[in-house]
Nanobody
């Protein structure tokens, strides 16, 4: 069992920055791949970014490339999502999730590949 707790959400103006954190329980955190997803009102949950456990490779959806950065600190059992140049269309509830078997973008981008999810944190970007 893994428990995930997201934090760092809030209200930010367009063009601003926000850093989300995902704190995980479990002594094998370093062996998990971690993904961030988001869900805007009335829309499905979409992939945002992921980081592997093996070599810290990272993956991003096209709309956030160059603006968002995912990183991990295994000593703190925490994954971060640094979000810069935020846009109103980034407004959503952001979720982190873990899985142990993925390799490649296609796998990491699929919701059903993930085994555990956090409760989400709201990010609202005002124009």
């Amino acid at each position: 069992q893994v428990q995930l707790v997201e934090s760092g959400g809030g209200l930010v103006q367009a063009g601003g920055s926000r850093r989300l954190s995902c704190a995980a329980s479990g002594r094998t955190f370093s062996r998990y791949g971690i993904g961030w997803f988001r869900q805007a009102p009335g829309k499905g949950r979409e992939f945002v970014a992921a980081i592997t456990w093996s070599d810290d490779s990272t993956y991003y959806r096209d709309s956030v490339k160059g603006r968002f950065t995912i990183s991990r600190d295994n000593a703190r059992n925490t994954v971060y999502l640094q979000m810069n140049s935020l846009k109103p269309e980034d407004t959503a509830v952001y979720y982190c999730a873990v899985q142990v078997s993925c390799s490649g973008y296609g796998c990491f981008a699929r919701r059903n590949e993930y085994d555990y999810w956090g409760q989400g944190t709201q990010v609202t970007v005002s124009s």
